[in-house]
């Protein structure tokens, strides 16, 4: 079966980091962009960051520019977002998503392929 898990969530006081973690299974990984995007509570769904697997190119939310890192091994069908210096704003539910091409803000790929069932991140202040 095809799938994205997501795993790496948990709570954290605020300045500090997580790791999320995004594992695929059941597709050919390489062939995709991964975006990550999260949803919280009474706010809207907001594109965090999104990196291509054919070329590497990785993009960023200006909100968390300079505080969250993208990064991927294709030898584990894995992609990390690094959280640094975290806020009670970042407080969420994140998510992972394949899809084809990234779009430098971050929007919904015209296609999503798969999704995960997503990870909460909580900041306390």
């Known amino acids: 079966e095809a799938q994205l898990v997501e795993s790496g969530g948990g709570l954290v006081q605020a300045g500090g980091s997580l790791r999320l973690s995004c594992a695929a299974s059941g597709f050919r990984f390489g062939g995709y962009a991964i975006r990550w995007f999260r949803q919280a509570p009474g706010k809207e769904r907001e594109g965090v960051s999104c990196i291509s697997l054919n070329d590497g190119s990785k993009y960023y939310a200006d909100s968390v520019k300079g505080r969250f890192t993208i990064s991927s091994d294709n030898a584990k069908n894995t992609v990390y977002l690094q959280m640094n210096s975290l806020k009670p704003d970042d407080t969420a539910v994140y998510y992972c998503?394949?899809?084809?091409?990234?779009?430098?803000?971050?929007?919904?790929?015209?296609?999503?392929?798969?999704w995960g069932q997503g990870t909460q991140v909580t900041v306390s202040s």
């Open positions: 998503e394949a899809g084809y091409f990234c779009l430098i803000n971050i929007g919904p790929f015209e296609r999503t392929d798969y």
